[in-house]
């Protein structure tokens, strides 16, 4: 019955709010106990977004003296099993729309030229201003030397890098991991080790990660759904551009930076979710070529997550087009003769010695 419906406007997004539980019990108990403690009618916070919680509001408290049984949990169920994915194994989900979509798409709709889109999202309108680096430390550590700088990769965005050297006449590196110049108080050993192995290395951080981490801008945890890394890069698709490819920008930056400061082609090396941005970038980049890359735990196709009913959801790696655009066996094969993969990762995030073309079905 029309009648019974109410509307309740409280605090949060997707959120279980305080005001949202008191409301639903005291409809509960008005429908299913038949206990009136007053009339029931809409409730509107004036400001939902400054509501704490329950209090603040002219409603009368909920009755909490009662006490009666609750149901056994499957007589509350719904379907025989309580869930809907399993006694309605033939009803289409969202991964299978989604599959299906993309298979459409990927048959009829995929661009001539990927490169050159991909170079356009990379590039897009950002300034290619001249790189004037500032050294803010230097020292040394035993066979290493180490010099700190920062430049700005585009007007306004500071971006930072370590130099790790062994050997000054190496063939200089530009190397990503994960955490950035903070692996080298997390993994000092790893860091120190591909210095001397490629002998002169500049361990580099992208915007947003490492030195230049961006401070959290909401209560979620920071790589979450509606976390800090997640509301910027969607607020960054919502104006048509991607943090992905912003970071690819930048790496494309310290490539120019390096090959300028020592007069060599580098080289890139990359891990995790950040293989996919170097590759992004060697594949865009305008003014010179990347003398080599080497991969660890390279996602092996960015397709496999629509095909992956649980793939690992990581927003780091999300803009729109994106499987369209960033065909990842494609892109490597531009680098034939001059690549090395370590390892890869499938869609869950497991650890791959070969890509499922050579190792079957995962």
């Known amino acids: 019955k029309v009648e019974n419906f109410r509307l309740v406007v409280a605090s949060g997004t997707h959120e279980y709010a ?76 969202v991964f299978d729309l989604n599959q299906a979509e993309w298979k459409a798409r990927s048959s009829t709709m995929l661009p001539k030229d990927s490169t050159k889109e991909l170079q356009s999202k990379v590039y897009g309108n950002r300034k290619l201003v001249p790189i004037w680096a500032r050294c803010i430390d230097s020292g040394n550590d035993r066979d290493l030397t180490w010099k700190k700088v920062f430049f700005f990769s585009e007007p306004d965005i500071a971006v930072t890098g370590i130099w790790i050297t062994a050997d000054p006449d190496a063939s200089p590196w530009v190397v990503l991991l994960q955490e950035g110049t903070h692996s080298i108080q997390k993994r000092p050993d790893h860091v120190k080790g591909l210095a001397r192995e490629k002998g002169q290395i500049f361990l580099f951080d992208v915007r947003g990660i490492g030195a230049v981490q961006q401070r959290p801008i909401n209560r979620y945890r920071f790589n979450a759904t509606y976390g800090t890394e997640f509301t910027l890069n969607y607020n960054a698709m919502m104006l048509k551009d991607s943090l992905l490819w912003m970071r690819a920008f930048d790496v494309t930056r310290a490539l120019t930076y390096v090959e300028g400061a020592t007069g060599k082609t580098p080289s890139l090396y990359a891990e995790g979710w950040l293989g996919v941005v170097a590759l992004i970038a060697a594949a865009v980049k305008k003014d010179s070529r990347v003398s080599s890359l080497e991969f660890d735990r390279l996602l092996y196709d960015i397709s496999a997550t629509i095909d992956e009913r649980f793939h690992r959801r990581d927003h780091r790696l999300e803009a729109f087009e994106l499987a369209m655009l960033v065909d990842v066996p494609k892109l490597l094969g531009c680098f034939e003769g001059r690549l090395r993969v370590k390892s890869w990762e499938d869609a869950r995030g497991r650890l791959l010695e070969s890509p499922p073309s050579t190792t079957g079905d995962i």
């Open 18 to 93: 305080a005001l949202l539980r008191e409301e639903t019990v005291r409809w509960f108990q008005r429908h299913l106990q038949g206990i009136v403690a007053s009339d029931l009618h809409d409730v509107i916070a004036a400001q939902p977004w400054e509501y704490p919680g329950g209090s603040g509001l002219d409603v009368p408290p909920i009755p909490t003296n009662q006490s009666f049984d609750i149901l056994p949990e499957e007589q509350l169920w719904c379907t025989s099993s309580g869930q809907i994915s399993l006694d309605y194994p033939e009803s289409l989900t």
